[in-house]
């Protein structure tokens, strides 16, 4: 968004008012309390454990329910420490401690293989899963939520990650993970499979410009870009993991935060406490309206983009060793356009050229989790329906929404049953499992350039299977992971449980002490998007019914180094071939090339035909918070390469940037001060340039050239972003006031270039019709500010 000057005055002087207030004399005596518990890997409670918070003499012990609470804490951020005899010490880093607003922090101590007597095992260190020993990136909420750039948005959070490449101009939340495409990464929320996770999505893709989840919902997320557990099926490039926190079990509480596009509520608390100190029923609600809408009409610009979201979560403890818990995340998007105050070229293409997007979204799921009485392990049983609707249309004319030139209809349907036990037993750790869905689509598409018009509808299962067993070896010296899983269903042709059986491993081999040697090597399985097995041709033949589950097989080996508990360096080389990739027969190029726009992806004729392979290095750094300061650096060398029909001719997609950089790191200040920046960095991107001569018969649809792939590039991108947060504390509240600026270098973000039809200073068509370059300045910076108050 690109704010107006006078908004930005505002903005300064707002921010400049709030960050000079003389408070913290007031409120210097104002403390803070933290809570939680401790368990092991199975759920038991610890008793006895040692808590520790940095920097303090302030430490405790937890009771026999393995809870723990430490009282009257300077509001600021420290590392909070759990040990106990014959677990593996953890830390939680960047723990921010307010005096109202602070979330439990609960540790799960896994057991150290030593035998031991009377010590306690020191190896709070940066570690990853067994089962995915490279490739993984963790993130804490604190970190989440003061992160530069990206307005509260977890998901452009996760694009600065290391391997993650940004979207054509930076603007969207597609998740490009090492040269994939956008549509290859999927998405969890508490193990319950969110396929949305976006306002204004691309249907049959994942990615649009907002997410829809909240930030106050978060423990953590962990993003996979290879070495992927068993339990998930689709992913070919990355496993999303979001985290979620309980509500609090003993008062009511909640935060209210507006942005410069938003504000959200969400509420916390016990239910039916009935007098008790903490009751076994929590939950925490939130709503979120945007407000894009109105600022657009004040700056004069034609888009109209309109919001809701909600999300929720109710946990419920039957038991010590039986919970319940209900989740629930969904939006309202209405994305609509209005005509200009006053002619603009670049305005009135815009307005020609967008489309209208009314498009529902909603995941809801209940789990049970069940821990076994004699502490051989735990299940968890997820029962969960998601349904996406969206009409997506653009006319031929915009501005009165007349003459529809492609319409898409659309409902998907999932209802799922998921299923895992884990069992623990003589230092093997064995996951088994299996998932049963069943899938509905419906479609009315109307393409007047194509001459496609059809309805559709779909309704069938689909099933998988998963085990996995871990194992260390050599005092903890060598890690080992074994899985499998396979997954059919019973609309496709030419799919068994034969034919995607997709076996990975994983080894971590500490050869020196804090040096690592990982490895991974995995086959994954995605089943085509259902708007490619839904679509009908003009005899209403479902023609893609035959395409295969698209293959991708990983190979990936690193190295790692870790300085001390808080700091690591690792290098990582890595190889995807993939098989059997969708190819439009339309255009004869790749899907991979497409999903990341607005548009509907794989609503066409499509063949398993193509190929590709994505492959490069990666070297990345990370320090949690020591000496005040947090931070992560990457860069990726890589190459991004498919086929079209012939099998041998590799072309560059377009994500082959070949470079990434990204940095994000923060200093924190005294009284309660903090500044961080973000910046990302990709190398010259190819694109597909357009049809000049169909796009004039087609106008306002514009027609790429797929032939030309590869014969230009975009400039770099690259942008700094700068955030500065200042947090007050009262009796009754905290306050977080913060003031961020994107792109602040004022680099001009690449884009392809953009027509619209030639016009003279009235807006008049000039005759004979005729193509012209709509340039526009899209590198100015982009101020901001946000309020976040917790009571």
Not at 99 to 120: C, I, M, Q
Request: proline content about 4%; hydrophobic content about 35%.
């Amino acid at each position: 968004m690109k704010l107006h000057p006078l908004l930005f005055a505002k903005c300064f002087v707002f921010t400049a008012i709030l960050f000079l207030l003389p408070v913290d004399n007031v409120v210097a005596q104002v403390s803070g309390t933290l809570s939680g518990k401790v368990v092991d890997v199975t759920g038991q409670p610890i008793m006895g454990a040692s808590i520790f918070l940095s920097g303090t003499q302030k430490g405790t012990i937890t009771n026999e329910n393995g809870r723990y609470i430490l009282e009257d804490i300077v509001p600021a951020s420290y590392n909070l420490t759990v040990s106990y005899l014959g677990f593996e010490t953890q830390t939680k880093f960047n723990i921010l401690v307010k005096s109202k607003g602070n979330p439990s922090y609960n540790f799960r101590l896994v057991e150290a293989t030593e035998n031991l007597d009377e010590v306690v095992v020191s190896n709070s260190k940066i570690g990853r899963p067994k089962e995915t020993p490279l490739s993984t990136q963790s993130l804490s909420a604190v970190e989440i939520a003061t992160y530069p750039g990206s307005n509260n948005d977890v998901v452009q959070v996760a694009q600065t990650l290391p391997g993650v490449s940004p979207s054509v101009g930076g603007f969207r939340n597609d998740l490009i993970i090492r040269g994939g495409a956008p549509n290859e990464t999927v998405y969890y929320l508490d193990g319950m499979e969110v396929p949305n996770i976006n306002h204004f999505s691309t249907q049959g893709s994942a990615g649009g410009p907002v997410g829809l989840l909240n930030v106050s919902f978060i423990d953590d997320v962990t993003l996979s870009t290879s070495a992927f557990g068993a339990q998930y099926d689709n992913p070919l490039s990355g496993v999303l993991q979001f985290t979620q926190r309980n509500g609090n079990n003993s008062s009511f509480g909640g935060n209210f935060r507006v942005s410069a596009s938003e504000a959200a509520l969400t509420m916390e608390g016990p239910l039916f406490k009935n007098g008790r100190d903490q009751s076994k029923t929590t939950f925490l609600v939130s709503a979120r309206r945007s407000y894009l809408q109105a600022l657009f009409a004040l700056i004069g610009l034609p888009f109209r983009p309109n919001y809701w979201d909600y999300q929720y979560k109710i946990d419920h403890q039957l038991d010590d060793y039986n919970s319940l818990t209900l989740l629930g995340v969904g939006s309202i998007d209405d994305f609509t356009l209005a005509a200009p105050d006053e002619f603009d070229s670049g305005q009135q293409a815009q307005l020609e050229q967008a489309p209208f997007i009314d498009q529902r979204s909603n995941t809801i799921g209940l789990t049970w989790k069940n821990r076994f009485k004699n502490g051989s392990g735990f299940m968890q049983t997820t029962l969960s329906n998601n349904r996406l609707a969206n009409v997506f249309t653009r006319f031929e004319d915009s501005e009165n929404q007349t003459g529809i030139i492609f319409r898409n209809d659309a409902v998907e349907s999932e209802t799922k049953l998921r299923h895992q036990t884990t069992m623990f037993y003589d230092g093997w750790k064995v996951t088994g499992g299996f998932n049963v869905q069943q899938s509905f689509y419906s479609n009315e598409t109307i393409n007047t350039t194509n001459n496609i018009l059809f309805n559709t509808e779909i309704d069938f299962m689909k099933y998988g299977l998963f085990a996995n067993a871990t194992k260390s070896f050599f005092d903890n010296k060598l890690d080992v992971s074994f899985g499998v899983r396979a997954d059919d269903d019973s609309f496709t042709d030419g799919n068994s449980l034969a034919s995607t059986l997709s076996p990975r491993m994983g080894i971590s081999y500490e050869f020196k002490e804090n040096w690592k040697l990982n490895a991974s090597v995995g086959r994954y399985f995605k089943i085509p998007p259902y708007t490619m097995l839904g679509f009908r041709n003009n005899d209403l033949e479902l023609v893609n019914r035959s395409l295969k589950y698209t293959r991708s097989d990983h190979y990936v080996l690193g190295l790692q180094h870790i300085f001390g508990p808080a700091a690591s360096i690792s290098v990582e080389a890595f190889y995807k071939d993939y098989d059997d990739y969708p190819v439009s027969v339309t255009d004869g190029v790749s899907l991979a090339n497409k999903g990341g726009g607005f548009e509907v992806l794989g609503n066409e004729e499509i063949a398993s035909v193509g190929r590709g392979r994505t492959y490069g290095t990666e070297i990345q750094f990370q320090q949690k918070l020591t000496n005040n300061f947090y931070g992560i650096f990457s860069y990726t060398y890589f190459f991004s390469d498919f086929t079209g029909f012939d099998r041998n001719v590799f072309l560059p997609s377009v994500w082959d940037s070949r470079h990434l950089i990204s940095f994000v790191g923060g200093y924190k200040l005294k009284r309660n001060w903090e500044i961080s920046a973000r910046y990302r960095f990709a190398g010259n991107t190819p694109f597909v340039p357009t049809d000049l001569n169909r796009t004039l018969d087609t106008y306002p649809d514009i027609v790429l050239d797929y032939g030309r792939l590869g014969e230009e590039n975009l400039g770099v991108f690259s942008q700094l972003d700068i955030r500065i947060d200042k947090k007050w504390n009262f009796k009754k509240l905290s306050l977080d006031v913060f003031f961020e600026v994107q792109n602040i270098l004022s680099q001009n973000n690449p884009q392809p270039p953009e027509y619209g039809l030639n016009r003279n200073d009235t807006g008049a068509v000039v005759d004979p019709r005729s193509l012209v370059e709509i340039t526009e300045d899209n590198g100015q910076l982009i101020p901001s500010i946000g309020l976040v108050v917790d009571f």
